[in-house]
């Protein structure tokens, strides 16, 4: 990655996967026995007599736009208390080779630059044909993460990408002067009008009272199609509803980028968050969408935003996003 760009490359640590011992004649049981840590600047190094990449988690260390957001700033600790937490669970997905590549980090409060680094780690990983699943920090990290799959793929055939975003809150604010974590798809989605590319956005579990008037106002006028929270129940009745609602997207769209901010979950699953609530929605719910998700074949990156371990409670939000994301690994279909 280049080394112009005002942000910080650091390389993933073996000090974030430590975690039980277990009986070596068993093989690898846990997270932290299985995962691989690599220099994303040596991708192409580790093919020649080795298996592909399947998977890559890196970090988005950056809680700059929550703090332009007036948010409870301290979501930069969440990729290592994500780490750390997925170190310690066991493995059911021994035929996928999955590395930690480490994090990119924001420094001198350039969100802007951080952002940007961190699309071209995201494009790099697409062009190795890896899926890659981030932690943040703040839900800025939507706005390069979209930019890096857009880098990857805008020259290929295939060249629309659906935005699934699981979340209380639209993140569709206006821009006033320099984005932050409420901006970021109001940012693509007004960007891409202007190139004329279409983009899906589809956000699920809003809150109204999460969410002023003109963002509602905002969401009807660019086209953004959402399920109140409300309408966010794990019964096979809302279930069916939410997917019928969602097939459309699927089928006009060649991708699907999944964002899930943390703040959706009821407060009970996911207190350590910036701006809690207690009527999100349940990780059983989610589960069963994303396993809807994934078996499209579909989808092309997912992201965890806004966990901060300042304000965790028992580390049960750093649990729920590491529980997220063995789900992710252990059902995720290859799309190359």
Same mark, same amino acid.
């Given at each position: 990655?280049?080394?112009?760009? !005002? ?100 420094? =001198? ?87 004329? %590319? ?8 809003? %809150? ?20 109140? !929270? ?23 769209? =060649? ?56 304000? =965790?409670? =028992? ?22």
């Amino acid at each position: 990655m280049s080394n112009a760009i !005002n942000a910080d490359y650091k390389l993933a640590e073996k000090s974030s996967w430590e975690g039980r011992k277990s009986n070596p004649d068993k093989g690898n049981q846990y997270w932290h026995q299985q995962i691989e840590l690599l220099d994303i600047n040596n991708l192409s190094k580790q093919y020649p007599g080795s298996p592909a990449i399947d998977v890559a988690i890196i970090g988005y260390v950056c809680d700059e736009g929550v703090r332009r957001n007036r948010g409870r700033i301290g979501a930069h600790e969440g990729p290592k208390a994500i780490r750390e937490r997925l170190a310690k669970q066991p493995i059911h997905f021994e035929s996928k080779r999955v590395v930690d590549v480490g994090d990119v980090i924001c420094i =001198d409060d350039d969100m802007e630059a951080c952002q940007q680094m961190f699309a071209l780690a995201i494009t790099d990983l697409l062009r190795h044909k890896i899926f890659p699943i981030a932690f943040g920090g703040g839900h800025d990290m939507a706005y390069g993460h979209f930019m890096g799959i857009w880098e990857a793929i805008k020259a290929t055939p295939k060249r629309r990408v659906a935005i699934i975003n699981f979340d209380a809150h639209f993140d569709l604010r206006p821009v006033e002067g320099r984005g932050n974590s409420g901006t970021p798809f109001n940012q693509i989605l007004t960007e891409f009008e202007q190139l004329g %590319q279409p983009v899906d956005y589809f956000a699920i579990g809003i %809150q109204q009272q999460s969410n002023t008037k003109e963002l509602f106002e905002i969401a009807r006028e660019k086209n953004v199609g959402y399920a109140i !929270n409300y309408d966010c129940e794990s019964s096979s009745v809302e279930l069916a509803a939410l997917k019928k609602r969602l097939e459309p997207i699927v089928e006009r769209n =060649d991708y699907i980028y999944i964002s899930i901010d943390l703040d959706g979950f009821s407060s009970a699953y996911a207190p350590g968050v910036s701006a809690p609530s207690p009527l999100g929605f349940t990780p059983y719910f989610v589960f069963k969408l994303l396993s809807y998700l994934l078996d499209t074949k579909k989808v092309v990156a997912l992201d965890l935003a806004e966990l901060n371990p300042s304000i =965790d409670r =028992d580390r049960h939000t750093a649990t729920l996003a590491a529980k997220i994301v063995d789900f992710t690994v252990m059902n995720y279909k290859p799309i190359w």
